[in-house]
């Protein structure tokens, strides 16, 4: 409530009509990809999406990330400026109307001022009602006037059916205060017999010369006319709003697809060069920055491809040339091991050195054939024509076999062995495979735990069975963890060995792991041995998923190298598939 031309007005204030509410908008629908393993890479409309992939849609795709972002920004910035656009509309409206109406306020104020100074003294509270009805003006505004204390009749006169109750308590407050001036507020104007309607009311004071009474007048201005018109402008900028907002995203959508359609033509064709196929390429079109990323990205596929064909070729060689060579080196073997024998089981009529002479003769031609017998097993690997001969057996048993056939080499080492085996670990495998994997893995430990007593563990759940050999020699160091099962890798290359071994010992163990679908661990730490853990799944058609032993052993007292889980996840091999 505001006087006339000046500020507000002690205890009032001015009270506008409801803000106009602007309509959350939303935008078009969106056509997103997403590339989880477990539902279609292609891409997908939004609609078609179960709700459970848009978490993954807003993670793995950058064009949904982009058309949200630009709709969210778009949104807040058009409700910001369809605010502050209905404010200044809504004022500017309710500001005219507002002098309008003070001005016709004014001048109604004058004709009844005039007309009642010349009032008879006695016929005044008629002539007031007719003055009343006489300043109406039907559809553009109503009178109300209410006497004051000072007023000898208590009559409240009225046109239409406004209700008294109309008038604010402030505003009549104010005017009852201070009646010179003119005084206005925004308000619900109250009609008898039809709903209420905002409207604005200007009041003011008259006063009776002849009879010295003072009245309150309000003028009620009714502004439908103008909630209408305010209804009309926020009705088509809510509509502009939407349309401008669907229009961002279609912008957006065809913006980024733009962008984003070769990076995931590039994705996609990098996947296939990853599963092998590495004839694909990029389709070239134009000469933008995106047409030079596929030239450069078919560029880097052809040499991709060039050094894995000439990698492929030089591996086939190498295998070709193991496998020739070991095969041609049966037959001189052979011979030279006849003529050896025969030595052999005639040296005792040779003279002292010819006799030593046969017999490292004999012992290195014993480990010339092992080193054979393991390039032959190597290139049958690496010809993926290794197969499984599998039975049910207790590890145990091999467990057993295998020491009793290192009896010796544990005697002369004066190595002592702990056993914990107590419950039968049964599993479908091939044993001769499996007793080989032992036979390397004890061996080993044997070799290097200088003298230190060796544990063997064995251990079953209902999925995988699993073996584990420790010792507490010398170990290895962290960054030898994963070179372990190399070819013809050795710790220490000047190290003496007294089990004659090959190499291929721990190579040919983890193919053979591989080969049942199962895994070969390896722990190690200077100066507190080493822990090797082999797992099998009980059945073959049985996933490995974890190990009923540990991954590391119990005893060491501190982790200095993480287990090394080599190859992991392992895979049953099949005849020719890449391992």
Same mark, same amino acid.
């Given at each position: 409530?505001?006087?006339?031309?000046?500020?507000?007005?002690?205890?009032?204030?001015?009270?506008?009509?409801?803000?106009?509410?602007?309509?959350?908008?939303?935008?078009?629908?969106?056509?997103?990809?997403?590339?989880?393993? =477990?539902?279609?890479?292609?891409?997908?409309?939004?609609?078609?999406?179960?709700?459970?992939?848009?978490?993954?849609?807003?993670?793995?795709?950058?064009?949904?990330?982009?058309?949200?972002?630009?709709?969210?920004?778009?949104? +807040?910035?058009?409700?910001?400026?369809?605010?502050?656009?209905?404010?200044?509309?809504?004022?500017?409206?309710?500001?005219?109307?507002?002098?309008?109406?003070?001005?016709?306020?004014?001048?109604?104020?004058?004709?009844?001022?005039?007309?009642? =100074?010349?009032?008879?003294?006695?016929?005044?509270?008629?002539?007031?009602?007719?003055?009343?009805?006489?300043?109406?003006?039907?559809?553009?505004?109503?009178?109300?006037?209410?006497?004051?204390?000072?007023?000898?009749?208590?009559?409240?006169?009225?046109?239409?059916?406004?209700?008294?109750?109309?008038?604010?308590?402030?505003?009549?407050?104010?005017? *009852?205060?201070?009646?010179?001036?003119?005084?206005?507020?925004?308000?619900?104007?109250?009609?008898?017999?039809?709903?209420?309607?905002?409207?604005?009311?200007?009041?003011?004071?008259?006063?009776?010369?002849?009879?010295?009474?003072?009245?309150?007048?309000?003028? !009620?201005?009714?502004?439908?006319?103008?909630?209408?018109?305010?209804?009309?402008?926020?009705?088509?900028?809510?509509?502009?709003?939407?349309?401008?907002?669907?229009?961002?995203?279609?912008?957006?959508?065809?913006?980024?697809?733009?962008?984003?359609?070769?990076?995931?033509?590039?994705?996609?064709?990098?996947?296939?060069?990853?599963?092998?196929?590495?004839?694909?390429?990029?389709? *070239?079109?134009?000469?933008?920055?995106?047409?030079?990323?596929?030239?450069?990205?078919?560029?880097?596929?052809?040499?991709?491809?060039?050094?894995?064909?000439?990698?492929?070729?030089?591996?086939?060689?190498?295998?070709?040339?193991?496998?020739?060579?070991?095969?041609?080196?049966?037959?001189?073997?052979?011979?030279?091991?006849?003529?050896?024998?025969?030595?052999?089981?005639?040296?005792?009529?040779?003279?002292?050195?010819?006799?030593?002479?046969?017999?490292?003769?004999?012992?290195?031609?014993?480990?010339?054939?092992?080193?054979?017998?393991?390039?032959?097993?190597?290139?049958?690997?690496?010809?993926?024509?290794?197969?499984?001969? +599998?039975?049910?057996?207790?590890?145990?048993?091999?467990?057993?076999?295998?020491?009793?056939?290192?009896?010796?080499?544990?005697?002369?080492?004066?190595?002592?062995?702990?056993?914990?085996?107590?419950?039968?670990?049964?599993?479908? *495998?091939?044993?001769?495979?499996?007793?080989?994997?032992?036979?390397?893995?004890?061996?080993?430990?044997?070799?290097?735990?200088?003298?230190?007593?060796?544990?063997?563990?064995?251990?079953?759940?209902?999925?995988?069975?699993?073996?584990?050999?420790? =010792?507490?020699?010398?170990?290895?160091?962290?960054?030898?963890?994963?070179?372990?099962?190399?070819?013809?890798?050795?710790?220490?290359?000047?190290?003496?060995?007294?089990?004659?071994?090959?190499?291929?010992?721990?190579?040919?163990?983890?193919?053979?792991?591989?080969?049942?679908?199962?895994? !070969?661990?390896?722990?190690?730490?200077?100066?507190?041995?080493?822990?090797?853990?082999?797992? +099998?799944?009980?059945?073959?058609?049985?996933?490995?998923?974890?190990?009923?032993?540990?991954?590391?052993?119990?005893?060491?007292?501190?982790?200095?190298?993480?287990?090394?889980? *080599?190859?992991?996840?392992?895979?049953? +091999?099949?005849?020719?598939?890449?391992?």
């Amino acid at each position: 409530m505001t006087e006339s031309g000046q500020s507000t007005g002690p205890g009032t204030g001015q009270q506008a009509p409801a803000e106009p509410e602007v309509a959350a908008s939303r935008g078009t629908e969106l056509e997103l990809t997403a590339a989880a393993a =477990d539902w279609s890479a292609q891409p997908q409309p939004l609609w078609r999406t179960h709700p459970k992939h848009w978490p993954d849609i807003w993670r793995r795709s950058i064009q949904a990330r982009i058309v949200t972002g630009t709709l969210l920004m778009s949104t +807040l910035v058009l409700i910001l400026v369809g605010w502050v656009m209905m404010s200044q509309v809504t004022d500017g409206v309710l500001e005219s109307r507002r002098d309008s109406a003070q001005a016709e306020v004014r001048a109604q104020l004058q004709q009844l001022s005039a007309s009642i =100074d010349a009032a008879n003294r006695n016929t005044v509270n008629q002539q007031l009602s007719e003055l009343v009805l006489g300043s109406n003006r039907p559809g553009l505004y109503d009178v109300l006037l209410v006497p004051t204390d000072q007023a000898a009749s208590n009559a409240i006169r009225y046109t239409g059916l406004v209700d008294s109750d109309s008038i604010p308590p402030a505003l009549a407050s104010s005017v *009852v205060s201070d009646g010179d001036k003119l005084w206005d507020t925004y308000t619900q104007i109250n009609y008898r017999d039809s709903p209420s309607v905002p409207g604005l009311v200007i009041g003011s004071q008259i006063r009776i010369d002849s009879t010295g009474d003072k009245y309150s007048i309000y003028f !009620l201005f009714p502004l439908t006319a103008q909630q209408e018109t305010l209804d009309v402008v926020q009705r088509a900028l809510v509509t502009a709003g939407l349309l401008l907002i669907v229009l961002l995203g279609a912008i957006a959508w065809l913006v980024t697809r733009q962008v984003v359609t070769p990076v995931r033509m590039a994705r996609r064709i990098a996947e296939r060069l990853a599963a092998g196929k590495l004839e694909e390429r990029m389709q *070239v079109r134009g000469t933008d920055d995106l047409a030079r990323l596929a030239v450069s990205f078919n560029k880097m596929a052809s040499n991709l491809q060039r050094q894995i064909r000439r990698l492929e070729e030089l591996s086939r060689l190498q295998r070709r040339f193991v496998s020739d060579v070991s095969h041609e080196l049966r037959t001189p073997l052979t011979t030279v091991r006849m003529a050896a024998d025969l030595l052999h089981e005639t040296r005792d009529q040779f003279d002292p050195i010819s006799r030593r002479s046969v017999e490292l003769l004999q012992n290195e031609l014993n480990r010339f054939e092992e080193l054979l017998a393991d390039l032959l097993e190597i290139s049958r690997f690496d010809a993926g024509a290794a197969a499984l001969d +599998l039975e049910d057996v207790d590890l145990r048993d091999i467990v057993n076999r295998v020491l009793e056939n290192h009896e010796t080499l544990l005697e002369r080492k004066g190595c002592p062995v702990e056993l914990d085996m107590k419950a039968p670990c049964r599993a479908k *495998v091939d044993s001769r495979r499996i007793e080989r994997i032992l036979r390397n893995l004890i061996g080993n430990a044997i070799e290097h735990s200088e003298g230190l007593p060796i544990r063997i563990s064995t251990a079953y759940d209902d999925d995988a069975a699993a073996v584990a050999v420790r =010792d507490h020699g010398v170990g290895f160091r962290a960054e030898e963890a994963e070179m372990v099962f190399s070819r013809f890798w050795r710790a220490d290359p000047a190290r003496a060995r007294t089990t004659g071994g090959t190499g291929l010992g721990l190579s040919i163990a983890l193919e053979d792991a591989r080969l049942h679908g199962g895994r !070969l661990d390896a722990w190690g730490s200077p100066g507190e041995g080493a822990y090797f853990r082999l797992t +099998l799944p009980r059945r073959p058609d049985v996933p490995l998923t974890g190990s009923p032993l540990p991954p590391r052993p119990p005893d060491a007292s501190r982790v200095i190298a993480e287990l090394v889980d *080599v190859g992991a996840p392992y895979q049953k +091999l099949n005849g020719g598939d890449d391992r």
